[in-house]
């Protein structure tokens, strides 16, 4: 009687090893560097810079040991105002390549290292006590409850409200609907993740509405 032997193959899925945060710095034109942060839940990436005060999100894919992305990019009031091809190589733990915009034609590097290792699980709760930080140079104090729901305001008297949503072990997925804000008002969509920070825990938060956009950073 012949035997036979079935060997079962386990191919790595690229995609989900690089769920996260990465973060790293990037030139344009010769000129930097900035800081660059990018998080990242399967294909789809929300990133920010806070030096350049702008915000991404688009669609990253892996073929091999490669990237490729394509983003939107916004400035902080929320206005589109460029899309950004980025490619290179993906080492180990990094990412390095090169991009260019349109329509203006920017170019420059990109360098990106993978910090998953400093990132607070979304498996484990966050603090119920006050968050306090800044809503790009607005203060702002908001609160988590035990099924992560937000509830806060800041000194312009702005009111959040949302939620915070697993999408793996390094992402949460943020919605949150500001109210009594004028124009801000309204309901914002994007990523987020908390990170010890010193001997502190902090919460970065980005996300994109009909008109304005959000870079929230909080310490616990």
Do not use: R
């Amino acid at each position: 009687m012949k035997k036979f032997i079935l060997l079962i193959i386990l191919i790595p899925n690229i995609s989900l090893a690089s769920d996260g945060i990465w973060k790293g710095f990037f030139d344009i034109n010769g000129h930097g560097a900035y800081d660059f942060t990018a998080i990242i839940d399967k294909n789809n990436i929300y990133a920010f810079t806070e030096t350049a005060k702008t915000i991404c999100l688009g669609q990253i894919e892996f073929p091999k040991d490669e990237f490729k992305t394509n983003l939107d990019m916004y400035i902080l009031d929320g206005t589109k105002f460029s899309t950004a091809v980025i490619q290179g190589k993906v080492i180990e733990n990094a990412m390095s390549g090169k991009f260019v915009t349109q329509p203006a034609v920017d170019t420059g590097n990109m360098y990106l290292v993978n910090i998953n290792n400093k990132v607070i699980s979304t498996k484990e709760k966050l603090d119920n006590s006050p968050w306090v930080g800044k809503n790009n140079k607005t203060d702002i104090k908001i609160s988590i409850d035990n099924d992560n729901n937000i509830q806060g305001s800041d000194s312009n008297n702005c009111n959040y409200y949302g939620q915070l949503s697993p999408l793996n072990n390094f992402v949460y997925n943020v919605e949150i609907e500001i109210a009594s804000c004028g124009t801000s008002d309204g309901f914002y969509y994007g990523m987020g993740y908390s990170y010890i920070n010193g001997s502190k825990k902090s919460l970065d938060i980005t996300a994109i509405g009909n008109s304005f956009s959000l870079l929230i950073n909080l310490t616990n």
